[in-house]
């Protein structure tokens, strides 16, 4: 699913160079991991996957975009903070990202953390800014509800409800 508000099909009648934030689908893979005895517990390697790679590379292919990517550790620290900040794009994709990721700060132990990102980017959305969330494991409310969208800022600039938690239907 994806779903996308804001002025996205304007942007692509400019004549200007469309910056893209991207945020999310990565995962760090762990292993392989040996379990010898309880007390001989090695993990033999890591590494970073980049799930959307093939959007970026297509993304990234047309000269009148410019795409970053931040995976879920990167915008835990370098999510944009303020409207301001977000106004350097002019599309936000999120996909595969917890509210939380966004919500918090590494500086957690701090008060105030920080501006809260989440209203930060309704009010981009709302300032004119184009938004898009792709549907994944922790988009919307994604499965078992751990993405946590419903009733946040974000929510409020999607043209749909996520709801409480993910319902299995037979």
């Given at each position: 699913w994806m779903v996308i508000t804001g002025a996205w099909a304007e942007l692509s009648k400019e004549s200007k160079m469309i910056k893209v934030?991207?945020?999310g689908d990565?995962?760090?893979v762990?292993?392989?991991n040996f379990i010898a005895s309880p007390f001989n517990v090695?993990?033999?390697g890591f590494s970073m996957h980049i799930w959307c790679q093939p959007v970026l590379d297509a993304l990234n292919s047309d000269p009148d975009i410019e795409a970053k990517h931040l995976t879920n550790w990167d915008a835990y620290r370098d999510f944009p903070k303020t409207p301001d900040d977000f106004a350097e794009y002019d599309v936000v994709?999120?996909?595969d990202v917890e509210?939380?990721?966004l919500l918090l700060y590494p500086e957690w132990t701090q008060a105030p953390m920080g501006p809260n990102r989440l209203k930060s980017l309704r009010d981009y959305v709302h300032n004119g800014g184009s938004f898009g969330m792709i549907g994944g494991w922790s988009s919307f409310s994604c499965r078992f509800g751990t993405a946590a969208?419903?009733?946040t800022p974000v929510e409020e600039s999607l043209p749909l409800n996520c709801i409480p938690a993910f319902?299995?239907?037979a």
């Open positions: 934030l991207y945020v990565a995962a760090g762990l292993g392989p090695e993990n033999k994709f999120l996909s509210s939380e990721v969208y419903q009733g319902r299995r239907i």
